[in-house]
């Protein structure tokens, strides 16, 4: 058996812009059959799973494997003229056949002595074996069909009796024989017959059809089951289902236990010429109502249809190119199936073909063919090996790689790559050199596997670096950094780095930075921290922590600190790898830097190391921290720091330092003329709280009309105004005196009050608590059992009445016997001899 090209039964729901998937795949049965076909022509066909039986012209059956080989010894010369059917059981052991010729053979595949020869001496069209024929015991029925229908039965004795089951309606033109029902064809229409019951089913009539003569149109019937029978005739179909009448039914009426009902009837454009079932679809051989152009018969056509109701859709036609096609009509086809392999046998008289399903192999194969390499990938996702034995993910994913590769679609190769050959170095180092034979390695390259389990040839990985080394170096940057350095041989990329740039002219510096990591990866460190401070890229810091290089940086602080100096602070402060000392004295060259760095220190280590050095760094960089330094701080030199400020002309800084060494007269001085700040002058006395502080602050001012009306209205509240008064000259003009006075005199007249009242208060308080002191001392003490005579040590209550004695308790809570007391004694005896020491 040789498969056709498929271009020979091509569909023609095909467009070209789109190509619809193929229901069904052909095969042109060959072998002995093309000797055979050469010779006669077919005229029916019948097929078994073990065998195929071909009806020739000259009244031969041809016994076929199902590669068209003949089985010798099996030819049966029947006939004289063509053979009208021929009919099989179902076991496969005995055929029956009938022609023109007016003979009738039932022949036994394996004995010949149940071999049955009729020769009735009239038109036999059709014939079928009861589909138990094979049994023992049975009546080994068969029907024939001609002006009548005839059953014939086996009796016991062995002879044949024949039983008349329908006459009068025509020639019998064809037969179908099911389970229990038995269908046949006559001039007026369908008729189903119960086998068993013996008993007709109904009879579906012919429609008319004008200008055509029917009697030139085989009917063909098949059974889909045992209860589904097909009609094919002219150009409509029908779906009947044999279904039990209900009981209401079966009670009211004398009618049979089955009835055949019509589900589905619908019309076609062509003549049929064979009808087949297919899972819940139908299989119809058409043949077209029109002759071509050249007024020749057309190609016969192969239909997949659904139906529903009274309607049909095409899933799928195929034009078939059978040998002679332009000399035959509708009846000169045939077609027949397996059902148990849903396959399909076409029938012309010099040619069979053999139609299928599309198996999942077939259907990828058709995919791969047409460019559907994603389709056929889903086919093989979903069922993996089961029922598939001709294809693999890994097969067709080649062929769809090549497919890409080929067109241009690079990045697509690459993400299929990933998707078929996983982490499969195997499968990826076969196929990774088509990408670096079209240069498109850099495609290629997020897919490949990148863990050093399922890693690569290391010469891989290196044709990929240098790919994007000479043609893209923000990508070869991002591969250093991404890949796993023990993936290829850094030495080696090293080297093609450095060559490349003694001719690299754009992107240096991103060369120079992928050579950083390199280096690092070589555990050259010190190259690599030298490159990253000249490239002033800031991951250096990350190369520091990762690799813990704290103590290489001494020497290159000031770098790190150029490039950014919160990261430098924070590795500096972090590990304490370089001590502080050290730390700055290398920044001692960068004053700046210095400032930074201690500035961060004394805040994690406020102990008032480097205060000093503090003191000079605020004055110079950061003027506002420099005066809360000078006052929560004790650990800096105070005369330094007033020089320091001194040369600034920092006057607040001075005022501050200047009180706390104690000259408060000068710093008085530098607030009213310097700073000419009223409120800090009297905030700066009332701190100090010095008269002679006050009487030089009025000093000060008896010359300025402007302090003098600030004093007067706040001086009262501190001191005495009276001096102030006194001092002011009486030609002076001073603004707002009245008011100033009245002001002053209310602040002073309150602060007396004030006094008063707080005076009050004290005196109360003082009675109170010496009345509360007083009662208190006077109230009795309580002696328990367990206290003791602070003289004698024994318990001051005895209970012998005749040891019992008076007992004196102190303030100071110490008891005594009386009888142990010194004669005259007032004061506690204990506590009178820790006084002494």
């Known amino acids: 058996m040789s498969e056709n090209n498929l271009n020979d039964y091509t569909s023609d729901t095909e467009s070209s812009?789109?190509?619809?998937?193929?229901?069904?795949?052909?095969?042109?049965?060959?072998?002995?059959?093309?000797?055979?076909?050469?010779?006669?022509?077919?005229?029916?066909?019948?097929?078994?799973?073990?065998?195929?039986?071909?009806?020739?012209?000259?009244?031969?059956?041809?016994?076929?494997?199902?590669?068209?080989?003949?089985?010798?010894?099996?030819?049966?010369?029947?006939?004289?003229?063509?053979?009208?059917?021929?009919?099989?059981?179902?076991n496969g052991e005995f055929i029956g056949t009938c022609s023109d010729d007016g003979r009738v053979f039932i022949h036994s595949l394996f004995s010949k002595e149940n071999n049955l020869h009729l020769n009735l001496g009239r038109l036999v069209k059709t014939i079928a074996l009861d589909p138990h024929y094979y049994k023992l015991g049975s009546n080994k029925r068969f029907v024939i069909g001609d002006d009548k229908l005839t059953l014939y039965e086996r009796t016991?004795?062995?002879?044949?009796?024949?039983?008349?089951?329908?006459?009068?309606?025509?020639?019998?033109?064809?037969?179908?024989?099911?389970?229990?029902?038995?269908?046949?064809?006559?001039?007026i229409g369908v008729r189903v017959y119960d086998m068993i019951a013996r008993c007709s089913l109904g009879l579906i009539k012919w429609e008319d059809h004008p200008g055509l003569s029917l009697d030139k149109f085989r009917c063909n019937l098949r059974w889909a089951d045992s209860r589904t029978l097909l009609i094919g005739w002219v150009d409509t179909v029908r779906v009947c289902v044999i279904r039990k009448r209900s009981n209401i039914e079966l009670a009211n009426r004398d009618l049979p236990e089955y009835l055949v009902d019509p589900v589905s009837t619908f019309q076609t454009e062509f003549y049929l010429s064979?009808?087949?079932?297919?899972?819940?679809?139908?299989?119809?051989?058409?043949?077209?109502?029109?002759?071509?152009?050249?007024?020749?018969?057309?190609?016969?056509?192969?239909?997949?249809?659904?139906?529903?109701?009274?309607?049909?859709?095409?899933?799928?036609?195929?034009?078939?190119?059978?040998?002679?096609?332009?000399?035959?009509?509708?009846?000169?086809?045939?077609?027949?199936?397996?059902?148990?392999?849903?396959?399909?046998?076409?029938?012309?008289?010099?040619?069979?073909?053999?139609?299928?399903?599309?198996?999942?192999?077939?259907r990828i194969q058709w995919f791969i063919q047409h460019s559907k390499f994603d389709d056929a990938l889903e086919i093989l996702m979903q069922n993996g090996t089961r029922n598939i034995l001709r294809h693999t993910v890994q097969s067709v994913g080649i062929d769809y790689l090549d497919h890409l590769l080929n067109r241009g679609m690079y990045d697509a190769a690459g993400r299929l790559g990933l998707k078929i050959f996983g982490k499969n170095p195997a499968l990826w180092e076969d196929q990774i050199y088509k990408f670096a034979g079209v240069h498109q390695l850099r495609s290629v390259s997020p897919y490949i596997p990148r863990s050093l389990e399922s890693k690569l040839n290391p010469h891989i990985y290196e044709m990929i670096l240098y790919e994007y080394l000479k043609l893209d170096a923000h990508g070869f940057l991002n591969l250093v950094k991404e890949w796993n350095s023990g993936l290829y041989n850094v030495c080696a990329v090293i080297n093609a780095v450095l060559e490349h740039l003694l001719n690299c002219?754009?992107?240096?510096?991103?060369?120079?930075?992928?050579?950083?990591?390199?280096?690092?990866?070589?555990?050259?460190?010190?190259?690599?921290?030298?490159?990253?401070?000249?490239?002033?890229?800031?991951?250096?810091?990350?190369?520091?922590?990762?690799?813990?290089?704290?103590?290489?940086?001494?020497?290159?602080?000031l770098d790190l600190m150029d490039l950014d100096h919160q990261k430098t602070i924070a590795l500096l402060l972090e590990k304490h790898t370089i001590s502080t000392d050290k730390i700055v004295e290398k920044l001692r060259e960068n004053e700046s830097h210095l400032y930074l760095f201690l500035d961060e220190y004394d805040k994690k280590n406020p102990k008032g190391n480097y205060h000093k050095e503090l003191v000079k760094l605020y004055a110079i960089f950061a003027r506002e921290k420099l005066l809360p330094f000078l006052k929560k701080s004790d650990h800096y030199p105070i005369q330094e720091a007033l020089d320091i400020c001194q040369r600034g002309k920092y006057y607040k800084e001075m005022v501050y330092l200047l009180g706390r060494i104690g000259d408060t007269k000068e710093a008085l001085e530098l607030i009213i003329n310097e700073l000419k700040d009223k409120e800090h002058a009297i905030s700066f006395c009332q701190e100090h709280d010095d008269p002679d502080l006050w009487n030089d602050l009025i000093n000060h001012c008896v010359n300025k009309p402007d302090f003098i009306t600030f004093l007067l209205q706040s001086i009262g509240t501190y001191v005495d105004p009276t001096p102030l008064v006194l001092k002011i000259k009486e030609d002076m003009e001073i603004p707002g005196l009245k008011n100033s006075l009245v002001k002053m005199l209310n602040q002073y007249n309150l602060q007396v009050s004030v006094q008063e009242g707080c005076k009050k208060i004290l005196v109360l308080d003082y009675f109170n608590l010496q009345k509360k002191l007083v009662k208190v001392q006077q109230k009795g003490l309580s002696i328990c059992d367990e206290l003791l005579c602070g003289a004698c040590h024994r318990k001051l209550i005895e209970k012998d009445p005749s040891r019992a004695a008076g007992v004196a308790m102190f303030n100071c809570k110490h008891a005594f016997h009386v009888q142990c007391m010194p004669n005259k004694m007032t004061k506690c005896a204990i506590c009178y001899a820790k006084e002494q020491k």
């Not at 071909?54 to 053979?83: F, M, P, R, Y």
């Not at 064809?174 to 038995?182: R, T, Y």
């Not at 050249?294 to 139906?307: A, D, G, W």
């Open 156 to 187: 016991f004795l062995g002879s044949l009796r024949p039983t008349v089951l329908c006459e009068s309606e025509g020639l019998v033109r064809s037969m179908c024989w099911g389970e229990h029902f038995l269908a046949w064809s006559s001039n």
């Open 17 to 90: 812009e789109d190509e619809i998937e193929p229901k069904l795949k052909y095969v042109r049965l060959s072998n002995g059959l093309q000797s055979i076909l050469l010779k006669s022509s077919a005229t029916c066909i019948a097929v078994h799973p073990k065998f195929i039986c071909l009806g020739s012209h000259w009244g031969v059956i041809h016994i076929l494997d199902h590669q068209g080989n003949s089985i010798e010894g099996k030819e049966l010369k029947a006939h004289t003229v063509s053979v009208n059917q021929i009919s099989i059981d179902s």
């Open 505 to 557: 002219e754009v992107d240096k510096n991103i060369y120079l930075e992928a050579l950083a990591i390199l280096y690092s990866y070589e555990k050259k460190y010190d190259r690599s921290l030298s490159m990253y401070l000249k490239l002033k890229h800031k991951d250096v810091f990350t190369l520091i922590q990762k690799h813990n290089l704290y103590g290489v940086i001494q020497d290159m602080l």
């Open 274 to 362: 064979g009808i087949a079932p297919l899972d819940q679809q139908l299989v119809l051989l058409g043949y077209p109502k029109e002759l071509d152009k050249n007024h020749k018969s057309p190609r016969p056509q192969l239909y997949i249809v659904e139906y529903r109701d009274n309607d049909c859709t095409d899933v799928c036609t195929d034009s078939l190119s059978l040998r002679g096609y332009e000399e035959y009509g509708v009846n000169d086809y045939h077609l027949d199936v397996l059902l148990e392999e849903n396959r399909f046998f076409i029938v012309a008289p010099k040619d069979v073909v053999i139609a299928s399903p599309y198996d999942l192999d077939d």
